[in-house]
């Protein structure tokens, strides 16, 4: 599933790329990459499940539409904890992204949009996708014309209570036999949960 998603956003690029390329009018299209802190929410109940980890991932980011520019990426964060509890976000989201009209060496652009992250969970060893939302400022310069260098902050919240109901046994994967506790196929056992994370990372591009 991660690897047809690479595929897509290689396959979007590819083919965006060129045709922009053409583009003379406007902000100019880019491409890059963020790296950074990836917490729980704090004072989130995510908080109190899970550590703080690494993040990083890509974007693109061209004109329109009217006085927007339409943002698409994707991250990949691994958090673990201090018992068996683990989770791996993988977040696909379309923003559009506001530059403020204000005149200061750098530039200050508001985001906000939405998407789905693909999201494994554990112990329960589910993995499917859920739908999340995202918030985001970013505050970047422009180093020699061409490079774009900054700070991105960004919160995103993951919606697992839209579903009706726990995984199904599709949903589950297991690394061993010792996976498949019967407690963690029991709906009485599985609880719906909301996750939180707030990202502030470096960004290129």
């Given at each position: 599933?991660?690897?047809?998603?690479?595929?897509?956003?290689?396959?979007?690029?590819?083919?965006?790329?060129?045709?922009?390329?053409?583009?003379?009018?406007?902000?100019?299209?880019?491409?890059?990459?963020?790296?950074?802190?990836?917490?729980?929410?704090?004072?989130?109940?995510?908080?109190?499940?899970?550590?703080?980890?690494?993040?990083?991932?890509?974007?693109?980011?061209?004109?329109?539409?009217?006085?927007f520019?339409?943002?698409?990426g994707?991250?990949?964060?691994?958090?673990?904890?201090?018992?068996?509890?683990?989770?791996?976000?993988?977040?696909?989201?379309?923003?559009?992204?506001?530059?403020?009209?204000?005149?200061?060496?750098?530039?200050?652009?508001?985001?906000?949009?939405a998407?789905?992250?693909?999201?494994?969970?554990?112990?329960?060893?589910?993995?499917?996708?859920?739908?999340?939302?995202l918030?985001?400022?970013?505050?970047?310069?422009?180093?020699?014309?061409?490079?774009r260098?900054?700070?991105?902050?960004?919160?995103?919240?993951?919606f697992?209570?839209?579903?009706?109901?726990?995984?199904?046994?599709?949903?589950r994967?297991?690394?061993?036999?010792?996976?498949?506790?019967?407690?963690?196929?029991?709906?009485?056992?599985?609880?719906?949960?909301?996750?939180?994370?707030?990202?502030f990372?470096?960004?290129?591009?």
């Amino acid at each position: 599933m991660i690897f047809k998603v690479l595929l897509i956003f290689i396959t979007f690029f590819s083919i965006i790329i060129p045709i922009s390329a053409d583009n003379e009018e406007g902000p100019p299209f880019e491409v890059g990459f963020w790296l950074g802190a990836a917490n729980p929410l704090p004072g989130s109940q995510t908080a109190k499940k899970l550590d703080s980890t690494l993040g990083l991932g890509v974007f693109t980011r061209f004109p329109g539409p009217f006085m927007f520019l339409s943002e698409f990426g994707m991250g990949v964060s691994n958090y673990q904890s201090k018992t068996e509890r683990g989770l791996t976000a993988i977040p696909v989201y379309g923003a559009l992204a506001y530059k403020l009209p204000i005149e200061l060496p750098i530039s200050i652009f508001l985001r906000g949009g939405a998407g789905a992250a693909y999201v494994i969970a554990r112990p329960s060893n589910t993995a499917k996708w859920d739908p999340m939302a995202l918030l985001g400022v970013e505050t970047s310069f422009v180093a020699g014309r061409k490079v774009r260098i900054g700070l991105r902050m960004d919160y995103q919240r993951i919606f697992e209570t839209i579903a009706n109901e726990p995984p199904t046994a599709a949903q589950r994967y297991y690394f061993s036999p010792l996976d498949r506790d019967y407690r963690l196929s029991n709906p009485n056992y599985y609880q719906l949960k909301d996750v939180e994370f707030f990202h502030f990372s470096l960004m290129v591009s």
